[in-house]
């Protein structure tokens, strides 16, 4: 039996001989899934900040943001915006360094995020940023859209898209094209395969990226990339990611009215490379 059996047993509901199938194994991912199907875990992802920041502090991650931050200042340098409209910011690890690397500062940032406490901790980066005046807005991006009108020069978001279903996020980016000058999203290139070819793939993704983790790894595992993993596979479990190919991201995105769409590699990160979609809104 392979940690491959044991995610296909996922794929059946078969959580106990999921369990049972991954106990037996001796990589990394076998003992972390193994342990997380023991557990009493709902398959909540953000209920556990400390695991979460862990994540996203260590690992692969140091390297990418310091990418996505590279590229979304040249962004602000060649588009100049006035108002900018950061979609699902977190706690602005992307938004912050992104300014600071960038030499055209946008008069006006407004936040939609969420979670108040991720919000919470990008007003506060923010308070370094000369000269930028903010608006937060503790709300999902589908209710902003709904309340305000507002247009905006750019609107960007970064790794947040993918947590929308498919069908939510067309809504979200159709709302968004006609309020936006120029569009920035940062998310990554999953590839489109098989169900067979996807167990595969996710066995070996998630086992590299367990590998980029030293003495927090079981907290990162069983309070974050577990979560994300079942909720993929298991039927009934909270999911909390729907990604896609980056052709079927700039696809989407032309559908929902943006034009001039444009797709940069950013990053070779351990599940998926990274990249940066560009597009021109009907407000252009």
Known sequence: MTIIDALRAL??????????????????????????????????????PAAFKAFIDGGGNVGLY?????????????????????????????????LHAARELPRQVTLVEPSEALLSGAVRGLQGV????VEARNLGV???????????????STFALHAL???????????????????????FDVPDLDDEERLAFLAETYERGLAEYGDDRELVAQGFLMPVLTGQ????????????????????????????VRLTP???YWSSPAFLLTASGAAA
């Open 233 to 260: 596979l298991l039927p009934g479990a909270k999911r909390s990611t729907w990604e896609q190919p980056a052709t079927s991201w700039a696809a989407q995105v032309g559908r929902a009215g943006f034009t001039d």
């Open 165 to 187: 279903p498919h069908e939510e996020r067309d809504g979200v980016l159709k709302g968004l094209a006609p309020r936006v000058k120029a569009l920035a999203v940062v998310e």
């Open 11 to 48: 794929t059946r509901g078969e959580r106990e001989r999921a369990r049972e199938v991954a106990a037996g194994g001796q990589g990394e991912l076998d003992r972390a899934l193994a342990a997380y199907l023991a557990s009493d875990a709902d398959g909540t992802v953000y209920d556990q």
């Open 66 to 98: 310091k990418a996505v931050g590279r590229a979304l200042g040249r962004v602000y340098d060649e588009e100049r915006p006035v108002r900018l409209l950061d979609v699902g910011c977190g706690d602005g690890r992307a938004l912050v360094p992104s």
């Open 142 to 156: 589908q209710e902003f859209l709904e309340r305000e009108r507002a247009e905006f020069d750019l609107a960007q």
């Open 130 to 133: 000369k000269n930028v005046s």
């Open 266 to 268: 950013l990053f070779d």
